[in-house]
Each structure stands twice: as structure tokens, then as C-alpha cells.
């Protein structure tokens, strides 16, 4: 008998022969990977961003996981397709709880991220980590163990409205879909734009995809306002209907979106008409060699043989910070996470600091907002 099985014999002899099974099933339990659920649009519109966010962050844990995991536990990811409905959403998130048995909800994308995907975490009693979604009731603090990396709608509102003051642009209109995501658009661009003195031309509204009943009458609300920028609110598949139809009656225009609005699918959508168009973004240019932070992650993909993006970036940050908030935890159960996620310091990953978050008063970094332009050869620039 060797050494281990010798020293396994005597730990095992301390407890009584009714309890063995269960001494040794929680010896063997601390050897079983920690389980993470996403639920994330892996085919239909959005899923470019889906597999990038779900790939970059497999990547990261499996190099976790070749240097030895978490205390010799390796981080599992467990991703369901949800195509952006968020009705699909709320069913997954039974799934991964009852069947695949996460300790955590990890990287939502998309519209079910601020509804069906924070809501359902809730009832479940799991952390949910960095949604890649700017909802303010994300924010709120009124949802618990909701976790936040990325800047809200509201912080790219504001961005916005402060570069448009800095041009010299005094008339701004808004299109975005009638439900409680324009309406959080509508509030904080009116508050940001007003307190600038700057005008809100129109607040016009597209249904989800932009359908031909709510395209017409969007195009001329706007173009009646003259408005010198038009920033877009709504769906990509809509914001560039719009933008194909606004310009084709000769307007001509600024068009400004938001990060998870104007993402490579827009791009891809609106081919050269998305030239010009100004997008927000919430995490470093991931194709910058000036900043530390923007070598390491390239250094990251040239590794795993991954295409560098935004959703990419986030997904890196995101990952990594969740690892330093595993190590930290004294056990892997949801509470313990979420109050080592709680005590979490931000990171400095080489000229961006970040964290999580779950309201302003647990804001300890600056809303990190910046600025990209779709070129005409197809590609970001700032």
C-alpha cells in the first residue's frame, strides 16, 4: 500500500463505518469541476457575439485549468444557444441551475441578459457575472448578486453627449424600440443632451428587426427635425434599416450607437454605408499595440488562435477576474462566491483597471467609455 492509500486508510478510520460513503464522497467532491452556466445567442443574429464572448472565455479557463484549476478543480463552462429570445433564456437558466448544477450564471449576451437572464439568477439564488448588457436595472442594486464589469447605456449616453457638445453639434435625434430599453435611452439621453444645452431634436421608435410599419414613419418623424446626429438605440437588424433608409431620402448626417448596438454585425449588415458611423465602446481597442493591456490580450489570442474583438476583450477581462474572485473563495458555493466577488479589488490589467460592480455605491473604478468610428475598408478605428 503506498503512502496516500496509508494516510487515506487512517483519515478514513476517524470516522464511523455508517459515514464512510459519505466521507468519501466528500473527498472525491473536491476534485469535481466547478460548473458555470451561459445562456448566449450562439446561432440566429447575434451570435458572432455569442461564440466570441463563449470561446474567448473556454480559452482562458482551460489555460486555468492546464496549470491546475482552482485547488486542482477545473472551471467547467456549460453554454445554451438562447438566439436572443429572451423567453428562451428564462428556460435555461432552469436548466443549467436544476440539470447541469452551476454555481454561477457567467457572460448572458443579448436581450434576455437584463430580463429574463438577471431575474431568473435571482430566484435561483445564483451570482450573475458580467452580462454583456448596459441595462440600468442591472445597476440598480434592486436585483441581488448581480455583478457588472462592462459601463452602462447611461455612461455611453453621456459620452456621447459630451463629444457632440466638443463638435459643435447642437441637434440630436433618437431612434430606438418602444419598450424599457428605449425608454432608459430616451431618459438619459434627454437628462445628458439638456444639461449640456444641447437640443433633443425627436425621440422616434422602430419595432424589434425595424418591420416595414415602423420604418416609415421613424424615417420622416426624424428628417422633419433636421437633426444634425441621429444616435441608434435599437436592435442592429433595425439600426441599420433605418440607416439604409434615412440615407437613401439624402440624409447625410452623423449616426452614433451604442457598444452593444454597433458591434460586427451592424457592420457587416450595413457594408460601406456603416462608414463614419461612430460607436461606443466599453473595453480597450482590442487591436491596440501602445497599451500593455491590448499586447497581453493579443499575446492571449495568438496563443488559443483566436480572432481578436471587443466582445473578445470583455470576455477576457471577465474571465480573468472571475478566476481571481474563485481563488479568493473559501469554498465554490454561489453565497461564497458572491462574497468574494463582493470583496473583489479592481485589477490592473496594464493601463485599464477593472472590476465588478453591482451599483454605484460598489462602483470602484470610472465608467470607461471610448470612442470607434467604422472605417471604409471595414474595420474599426479610433
Not at 286 to 310: E, L, M, N
Request: with cysteine.
Amino acid at each position: 500500500m503506498d503512502r496516500r492509500n496509508v494516510l487515506f486508510g487512517m483519515g478514513l478510520a476517524a470516522v464511523p463505518p455508517a459515514l464512510w460513503p459519505v466521507a468519501c464522497q466528500a473527498i472525491s467532491s473536491d476534485r469535481s469541476p466547478i460548473r458555470l452556466g451561459q445562456s448566449a445567442p450562439i446561432s440566429g443574429s447575434l451570435a458572432q457575439v455569442g461564440i466570441a464572448f463563449r470561446d474567448t472565455a473556454l480559452a482562458v479557463f482551460a489555460e486555468v485549468n492546464a496549470q491546475g484549476g482552482i485547488n486542482g478543480r477545473d472551471i467547467e463552462l456549460t453554454t445554451l444557444d438562447d438566439e436572443d429570445r429572451p423567453e428562451r433564456t428564462a428556460v435555461n437558466v432552469k436548466l443549467l441551475a436544476a440539470e447541469h448544477r452551476v454555481v454561477a450564471l457567467f457572460g448572458f449576451v443579448g436581450a434576455g441578459a437584463h430580463r429574463a437572464g438577471a431575474r431568473g439568477a435571482a430566484e435561483e439564488g445564483l451570482p450573475y457575472i458580467a452580462p454583456v448588457s448596459g441595462s440600468q436595472e442591472l445597476r440598480s442594486g434592486a436585483l441581488p448578486w448581480v455583478y457588472n464589469l462592462r459601463a452602462g447605456h447611461v455612461d455611453e449616453i453621456d459620452y456621447i453627449a459630451r463629444h457632440t457638445r466638443q463638435i459643435g453639434i447642437q441637434r440630436v435625434s433618437l431612434v430606438s424600440e418602444y419598450n424599457s430599453q428605449g425608454w432608459e435611452l430616451r431618459d438619459a439621453l434627454i437628462a445628458a443632451f439638456e444639461a449640456r444645452g444641447s437640443q433633443v431634436a425627436s425621440i422616434s421608435s422602430v419595432d424589434h428587426e425595424g418591420s416595414r410599419y415602423s420604418l416609415p414613419g421613424a424615417v420622416s418623424s426624424v428628417l422633419v427635425r433636421d437633426p444634425q446626429a441621429i444616435v441608434l438605440g435599437s436592435d442592429y437588424v433595425a439600426s441599420a434599416r433605418f440607416v439604409e433608409a434615412v440615407r437613401r431620402v439624402g440624409y447625410t448626417g452623423l449616426f452614433y450607437t451604442l457598444s452593444t448596438v454597433g458591434g460586427g454585425p451592424l457592420m457587416q449588415q450595413l457594408g460601406p454605408l456603416a462608414t463614419g458611423i461612430s460607436v461606443t465602446q466599453v473595453v480597450p481597442f482590442p487591436w491596440t499595440a501602445s497599451a500593455q493591456v491590448g499586447r497581453h490580450y493579443q499575446a492571449f489570442c495568438a496563443r488559443r488562435k483566436i480572432d481578436p474583438s471587443f466582445a473578445g476583450m470583455e470576455a477576457w477581462l471577465a474571465a480573468n477576474l472571475l478566476v481571481d474572485a474563485l481563488r479568493r473563495a473559501h469554498e465554490i458555493t454561489p453565497a461564497r462566491l458572491a462574497e468574494a466577488l463582493d470583496a473583489s479589488a479592481p485589477r490592473d490589467f496594464g493601463g485599464f483597471v477593472a472590476g465588478f460592480y453591482s451599483n454605484a455605491r460598489t462602483r470602484r473604478t470610472p465608467a470607461q467609455v471610448d470612442l470607434t468610428v467604422f472605417s471604409r475598408n471595414g474595420k474599426f478605428i479610433k
